[in-house]
Protein backbone atom coordinates (compact mmCIF):
# COMPACT_ATOMS: atom_id res chain seq x y z
CA UNK A 1 0.00 0.00 0.00
CA UNK A 2 2.79 2.38 1.25
CA UNK A 3 4.59 1.62 -2.28
CA UNK A 4 1.58 2.34 -4.22
CA UNK A 5 1.10 5.77 -2.41
CA UNK A 6 4.99 6.89 -2.62
CA UNK A 7 4.60 5.99 -6.32
CA UNK A 8 2.03 8.00 -7.29
CA UNK A 9 3.89 10.60 -5.64
CA UNK A 10 6.62 9.89 -8.06
CA UNK A 11 4.06 9.89 -10.64
CA UNK A 12 2.75 13.46 -10.03
CA UNK A 13 6.13 14.42 -10.08
CA UNK A 14 7.03 13.21 -13.04
CA UNK A 15 3.82 15.40 -14.75
CA UNK A 16 5.14 18.79 -13.30
CA UNK A 17 8.35 17.78 -15.00
CA UNK A 18 10.28 17.87 -11.50
CA UNK A 19 13.10 16.17 -11.19
CA UNK A 20 12.53 13.26 -9.23
CA UNK A 21 14.91 12.21 -6.22
CA UNK A 22 16.56 8.57 -6.06
CA UNK A 23 13.54 5.99 -5.17
CA UNK A 24 13.67 4.71 -2.17
CA UNK A 25 14.69 1.32 -1.97
CA UNK A 26 11.78 -0.26 -1.02
CA UNK A 27 10.23 1.20 -4.26
CA UNK A 28 10.28 -1.18 -6.88
CA UNK A 29 8.95 0.18 -9.67
CA UNK A 30 9.23 -0.97 -13.20
CA UNK A 31 8.10 1.27 -16.01
CA UNK A 32 4.78 0.38 -18.35
CA UNK A 33 6.99 1.91 -20.77
CA UNK A 34 10.46 1.03 -19.98
CA UNK A 35 9.96 -1.92 -22.11
CA UNK A 36 9.55 0.35 -25.40
CA UNK A 37 12.01 2.62 -24.57
CA UNK A 38 14.90 1.12 -22.20
CA UNK A 39 17.41 1.94 -24.62
CA UNK A 40 16.35 5.77 -24.39
CA UNK A 41 18.10 7.86 -21.89
CA UNK A 42 16.22 10.72 -22.30
CA UNK A 43 13.10 9.32 -21.65
CA UNK A 44 13.98 8.33 -18.33
CA UNK A 45 12.33 11.07 -16.08
CA UNK A 46 8.82 10.73 -18.43
CA UNK A 47 8.12 6.90 -17.64
CA UNK A 48 5.74 5.78 -15.93
CA UNK A 49 6.15 4.14 -12.71
CA UNK A 50 4.22 1.09 -12.25
CA UNK A 51 4.32 -0.35 -8.37
CA UNK A 52 5.67 -3.99 -8.95
CA UNK A 53 3.12 -5.66 -7.12
CA UNK A 54 0.57 -4.37 -9.71
CA UNK A 55 0.40 -4.83 -13.21
CA UNK A 56 0.72 -2.15 -15.64
CA UNK A 57 -2.91 -1.97 -17.13
CA UNK A 58 -4.36 -2.30 -13.26
CA UNK A 59 -2.18 0.88 -12.04
CA UNK A 60 -3.42 2.86 -15.08
CA UNK A 61 -7.41 1.78 -14.32
CA UNK A 62 -6.73 3.67 -10.95
CA UNK A 63 -4.87 6.68 -12.49
CA UNK A 64 -7.61 10.09 -13.43
CA UNK A 65 -7.70 10.16 -16.89
CA UNK A 66 -5.48 13.07 -17.22
CA UNK A 67 -2.46 11.54 -16.09
CA UNK A 68 -3.31 8.67 -18.44
CA UNK A 69 -1.01 7.85 -21.00
CA UNK A 70 -2.23 6.10 -24.23
CA UNK A 71 0.67 5.26 -26.52
CA UNK A 72 0.06 3.84 -30.12
CA UNK A 73 2.61 1.56 -31.80
CA UNK A 74 4.52 4.40 -33.68
CA UNK A 75 5.13 6.68 -30.53
CA UNK A 76 8.12 5.57 -27.95
CA UNK A 77 11.38 5.93 -28.73
CA UNK A 78 11.66 9.91 -28.93
CA UNK A 79 8.35 10.57 -27.62
CA UNK A 80 9.02 13.82 -25.41
CA UNK A 81 8.12 13.44 -22.06
CA UNK A 82 4.25 13.57 -21.74
CA UNK A 83 4.34 16.47 -18.51
CA UNK A 84 5.34 18.74 -21.11
CA UNK A 85 2.92 18.47 -23.66
CA UNK A 86 0.26 17.97 -21.02
CA UNK A 87 0.81 22.09 -19.90
CA UNK A 88 -1.45 23.60 -22.47
CA UNK A 89 0.26 27.08 -24.04
CA UNK A 90 -2.24 30.38 -23.75
CA UNK A 91 -0.26 32.72 -24.81
CA UNK A 92 -0.66 31.75 -29.09
CA UNK A 93 -4.78 32.34 -28.48
CA UNK A 94 -3.76 35.62 -26.72
CA UNK A 95 -1.77 36.93 -29.54
CA UNK A 96 -4.25 35.68 -32.07
CA UNK A 97 -7.36 37.16 -30.12
CA UNK A 98 -5.33 40.68 -29.97
CA UNK A 99 -4.27 40.66 -33.59
CA UNK A 100 -7.95 40.07 -34.22
CA UNK A 101 -9.32 42.27 -32.21
CA UNK A 102 -6.92 45.30 -33.15
CA UNK A 103 -7.36 44.54 -36.58
CA UNK A 104 -11.39 44.95 -36.48
CA UNK A 105 -10.55 48.36 -34.61
CA UNK A 106 -8.93 49.51 -37.36
CA UNK A 107 -11.62 48.49 -39.76
CA UNK A 108 -14.37 49.54 -37.91
CA UNK A 109 -12.36 53.17 -37.26
CA UNK A 110 -11.50 53.30 -41.21
CA UNK A 111 -15.23 52.59 -41.81
CA UNK A 112 -16.39 55.87 -39.76
CA UNK A 113 -13.88 58.32 -41.36
CA UNK A 114 -15.16 57.12 -44.86
CA UNK A 115 -17.87 59.52 -46.61
CA UNK A 116 -21.39 58.28 -46.18
CA UNK A 117 -22.01 56.19 -49.51
CA UNK A 118 -25.44 57.57 -50.37
CA UNK A 119 -25.96 59.54 -54.27
CA UNK A 120 -27.33 62.46 -54.44
CA UNK A 121 -29.86 62.93 -57.84
CA UNK A 122 -28.43 65.04 -60.05
CA UNK A 123 -31.92 67.28 -60.53
CA UNK A 124 -33.31 67.98 -57.06
CA UNK A 125 -36.97 67.99 -56.64
CA UNK A 126 -37.49 70.99 -55.18
CA UNK A 127 -36.26 72.27 -58.35
CA UNK A 128 -37.15 70.02 -61.05
CA UNK A 129 -40.66 68.63 -61.09
CA UNK A 130 -40.66 65.12 -62.67
CA UNK A 131 -44.04 63.15 -63.39
CA UNK A 132 -43.99 59.80 -64.40
CA UNK A 133 -46.50 58.51 -67.06
CA UNK A 134 -47.36 54.96 -66.99
CA UNK A 135 -50.06 52.56 -68.34
CA UNK A 136 -50.11 49.78 -70.71
CA UNK A 137 -48.91 49.32 -74.37
CA UNK A 138 -51.62 51.79 -75.70
CA UNK A 139 -53.30 53.46 -72.54
CA UNK A 140 -52.59 56.94 -74.37
CA UNK A 141 -49.76 57.99 -72.75
CA UNK A 142 -48.50 59.76 -75.83
CA UNK A 143 -51.88 61.87 -76.43
CA UNK A 144 -52.63 62.78 -72.90
CA UNK A 145 -48.65 63.73 -72.62
CA UNK A 146 -48.82 66.20 -76.08
CA UNK A 147 -51.86 67.96 -74.06
CA UNK A 148 -50.60 68.73 -71.13
CA UNK A 149 -47.08 70.08 -73.03
CA UNK A 150 -49.40 72.16 -74.54
CA UNK A 151 -51.21 73.43 -71.58
CA UNK A 152 -48.81 73.56 -68.73
CA UNK A 153 -45.75 73.97 -70.32
CA UNK A 154 -43.94 70.58 -69.61
CA UNK A 155 -41.11 68.95 -71.39
CA UNK A 156 -42.48 65.57 -72.40
CA UNK A 157 -39.57 62.72 -72.67
CA UNK A 158 -40.77 59.62 -73.82
CA UNK A 159 -38.56 56.52 -73.14
CA UNK A 160 -39.41 54.49 -75.57
CA UNK A 161 -38.80 57.34 -78.35
CA UNK A 162 -35.79 58.01 -76.60
CA UNK A 163 -34.78 54.29 -76.86
CA UNK A 164 -35.92 54.16 -80.83
CA UNK A 165 -33.61 57.06 -81.02
CA UNK A 166 -30.85 55.98 -79.70
CA UNK A 167 -31.37 52.51 -81.54
CA UNK A 168 -31.25 54.71 -85.32
CA UNK A 169 -28.27 56.78 -84.29
CA UNK A 170 -25.13 55.52 -86.63
CA UNK A 171 -22.62 54.39 -84.22
CA UNK A 172 -24.48 53.04 -81.38
CA UNK A 173 -23.28 50.40 -79.00
CA UNK A 174 -26.37 49.85 -77.78
CA UNK A 175 -28.51 49.31 -81.08
CA UNK A 176 -28.98 45.86 -81.68
CA UNK A 177 -29.99 45.52 -78.22
CA UNK A 178 -32.78 47.96 -78.43
CA UNK A 179 -33.77 47.10 -81.00
CA UNK A 180 -34.14 42.85 -80.13
CA UNK A 181 -35.48 43.97 -77.01
CA UNK A 182 -38.48 46.41 -78.52
CA UNK A 183 -39.34 43.82 -80.95
CA UNK A 184 -39.80 41.24 -78.13
CA UNK A 185 -41.60 43.70 -75.94
CA UNK A 186 -39.10 43.08 -73.05
CA UNK A 187 -37.36 45.74 -71.39
CA UNK A 188 -33.85 47.43 -71.88
CA UNK A 189 -31.37 47.55 -69.65
CA UNK A 190 -31.76 50.00 -66.96
CA UNK A 191 -28.53 51.84 -67.74
CA UNK A 192 -28.91 52.75 -71.06
CA UNK A 193 -32.32 54.11 -70.27
CA UNK A 194 -31.74 56.00 -67.33
CA UNK A 195 -28.24 57.71 -69.29
CA UNK A 196 -30.36 58.66 -72.24
CA UNK A 197 -33.38 59.85 -70.09
CA UNK A 198 -31.14 62.03 -67.95
CA UNK A 199 -28.90 63.06 -70.85
CA UNK A 200 -32.03 64.75 -72.44
CA UNK A 201 -33.24 66.37 -69.12
CA UNK A 202 -29.72 68.38 -69.03
CA UNK A 203 -29.96 69.43 -72.90
CA UNK A 204 -33.70 70.40 -72.15
CA UNK A 205 -32.39 72.36 -68.68
CA UNK A 206 -29.29 74.04 -70.58
CA UNK A 207 -31.56 74.88 -73.76
CA UNK A 208 -34.79 75.36 -72.45
CA UNK A 209 -34.67 76.48 -68.85
CA UNK A 210 -37.42 73.88 -68.14
CA UNK A 211 -38.09 72.84 -64.81
CA UNK A 212 -40.57 70.42 -65.53
CA UNK A 213 -40.81 66.68 -66.96
CA UNK A 214 -43.29 64.23 -68.12
CA UNK A 215 -41.45 61.26 -68.38
CA UNK A 216 -43.54 59.06 -70.10
CA UNK A 217 -43.09 55.05 -70.37
CA UNK A 218 -41.08 54.91 -67.48
CA UNK A 219 -40.21 53.60 -65.29
CA UNK A 220 -41.25 49.84 -66.77
CA UNK A 221 -39.44 47.96 -63.79
CA UNK A 222 -38.80 48.33 -60.34
CA UNK A 223 -34.83 48.47 -60.74
CA UNK A 224 -35.28 52.01 -63.34
CA UNK A 225 -37.73 53.18 -60.75
CA UNK A 226 -35.19 52.76 -57.85
CA UNK A 227 -32.19 53.88 -60.12
CA UNK A 228 -33.85 56.87 -61.96
CA UNK A 229 -35.28 58.01 -58.14
CA UNK A 230 -31.83 57.94 -56.96
CA UNK A 231 -29.08 59.34 -59.41
CA UNK A 232 -31.20 61.45 -61.39
CA UNK A 233 -34.51 63.01 -59.43
CA UNK A 234 -37.23 61.86 -57.40
CA UNK A 235 -40.44 61.91 -59.40
CA UNK A 236 -43.33 63.69 -57.64
CA UNK A 237 -45.92 61.32 -58.91
CA UNK A 238 -46.97 58.14 -61.01
CA UNK A 239 -50.01 59.70 -63.58
CA UNK A 240 -51.16 55.63 -64.47
CA UNK A 241 -53.50 54.96 -67.23
CA UNK A 242 -55.45 52.54 -66.53
CA UNK A 243 -57.24 51.06 -69.30
CA UNK A 244 -58.96 46.98 -70.21
CA UNK A 245 -56.41 45.20 -72.94
CA UNK A 246 -58.91 44.38 -75.31
CA UNK A 247 -59.13 48.24 -75.80
CA UNK A 248 -55.69 48.66 -75.66
CA UNK A 249 -55.00 45.39 -78.22
CA UNK A 250 -57.62 47.45 -81.15
CA UNK A 251 -55.61 50.93 -80.89
CA UNK A 252 -52.26 49.25 -81.30
CA UNK A 253 -53.26 47.14 -84.24
CA UNK A 254 -55.28 50.54 -85.68
CA UNK A 255 -51.99 52.32 -84.91
CA UNK A 256 -49.81 49.71 -86.11
CA UNK A 257 -51.30 50.63 -90.02
CA UNK A 258 -49.67 53.53 -90.22
CA UNK A 259 -47.13 53.83 -87.41
CA UNK A 260 -44.49 51.67 -88.86
CA UNK A 261 -43.52 50.45 -85.14
CA UNK A 262 -41.51 46.83 -85.27
CA UNK A 263 -43.83 46.21 -82.00
CA UNK A 264 -47.26 47.28 -82.95
CA UNK A 265 -47.95 43.65 -84.37
CA UNK A 266 -50.26 40.97 -82.94
CA UNK A 267 -47.13 38.75 -81.38
CA UNK A 268 -44.99 41.86 -80.09
CA UNK A 269 -48.22 43.15 -78.47
CA UNK A 270 -49.10 39.92 -76.58
CA UNK A 271 -45.51 40.19 -75.35
CA UNK A 272 -45.75 43.83 -74.17
CA UNK A 273 -48.50 43.04 -72.65
CA UNK A 274 -47.04 39.99 -70.52
CA UNK A 275 -44.05 42.50 -69.34
CA UNK A 276 -46.39 45.05 -68.22
CA UNK A 277 -48.56 42.76 -66.13
CA UNK A 278 -45.65 41.04 -64.89
CA UNK A 279 -42.80 43.67 -65.04
CA UNK A 280 -44.28 46.78 -65.12
CA UNK A 281 -47.93 46.92 -62.74
CA UNK A 282 -45.26 46.18 -59.55
CA UNK A 283 -43.91 49.40 -60.56
CA UNK A 284 -47.38 51.13 -60.61
CA UNK A 285 -47.79 48.92 -56.97
CA UNK A 286 -45.13 50.37 -55.25
CA UNK A 287 -46.43 53.72 -56.19
CA UNK A 288 -49.75 53.12 -54.98
CA UNK A 289 -48.07 52.26 -51.52
CA UNK A 290 -46.26 55.52 -51.10
CA UNK A 291 -49.54 57.23 -52.03
CA UNK A 292 -48.12 58.67 -54.57
CA UNK A 293 -50.49 57.25 -58.16
CA UNK A 294 -52.79 59.53 -59.80
CA UNK A 295 -54.91 57.13 -61.69
CA UNK A 296 -57.14 58.10 -64.59
CA UNK A 297 -59.50 55.55 -66.71
CA UNK A 298 -58.08 56.08 -70.06
CA UNK A 299 -60.69 53.36 -72.01
CA UNK A 300 -62.79 56.68 -73.29
CA UNK A 301 -62.41 59.32 -75.92
CA UNK A 302 -59.21 61.56 -75.71
CA UNK A 303 -60.97 64.47 -74.61
CA UNK A 304 -62.63 62.64 -71.59
CA UNK A 305 -59.68 61.59 -70.77
CA UNK A 306 -57.57 64.72 -70.46
CA UNK A 307 -60.56 66.33 -68.55
CA UNK A 308 -60.08 63.63 -65.83
CA UNK A 309 -56.43 64.21 -66.22
CA UNK A 310 -56.28 68.02 -65.73
CA UNK A 311 -58.93 67.94 -62.66
CA UNK A 312 -56.50 65.08 -60.99
CA UNK A 313 -53.53 66.80 -61.41
CA UNK A 314 -54.68 70.00 -60.30
CA UNK A 315 -55.69 68.23 -56.94
CA UNK A 316 -52.60 66.64 -56.74
CA UNK A 317 -49.86 69.13 -57.90
CA UNK A 318 -51.88 72.84 -56.71
CA UNK A 319 -49.40 75.74 -58.30
CA UNK A 320 -47.29 72.73 -59.54
CA UNK A 321 -49.08 71.92 -62.39
O1 LIG B 1 -43.30 53.20 -74.44
P1 LIG B 1 -43.17 52.46 -75.74
O2 LIG B 1 -44.36 51.61 -76.03
O3 LIG B 1 -42.81 53.36 -76.86
O4 LIG B 1 -41.93 51.47 -75.53
C1 LIG B 1 -41.52 50.63 -76.57
C2 LIG B 1 -40.52 49.62 -76.06
O5 LIG B 1 -39.34 50.26 -75.57
C3 LIG B 1 -41.00 48.77 -74.93
O6 LIG B 1 -41.83 47.72 -75.33
C4 LIG B 1 -39.67 48.27 -74.37
O7 LIG B 1 -39.12 47.28 -75.21
C5 LIG B 1 -38.80 49.51 -74.50
N1 LIG B 1 -38.85 50.31 -73.27
C6 LIG B 1 -38.08 49.94 -72.17
N2 LIG B 1 -38.11 50.65 -71.02
C7 LIG B 1 -38.90 51.73 -70.91
C8 LIG B 1 -39.69 52.13 -72.00
C9 LIG B 1 -39.65 51.39 -73.16
O8 LIG B 1 -37.36 48.94 -72.25
N3 LIG B 1 -38.92 52.40 -69.77
MG1 LIG C 1 -45.73 56.02 -76.26
Redesign the pocket.
Known sequence: MAATASGRQAWRQLLRNTPRGPAPKQQQYRSAFSRQISSTTTQASSRRAVPQSQSPSAFLRQQPLAQRSYSSGSQGKNTPPRSNSNQVKFWPFLIVIALGSGGYMLLVNRRKEMPPTTTTPAFSPTDVTVLFVLGG?GAG?GTQCARLVRDYHFTHL????L?RAEQDRPGSQYGQLIRD??KD????PLEV?VALLENAMRDAITSSGTKKFLI??????MD?ALKFEEVVCPAKLVLFYDCPEAEMEKRLLERGKTSGRA?DNADSIRK?FR?FIETSMPVVDHYEKEDRVVKVDSTSTPDEVYAATQEKLKKALGDKL
Open positions: PKSAGDLCIGAIVTDGFPRKQDRT
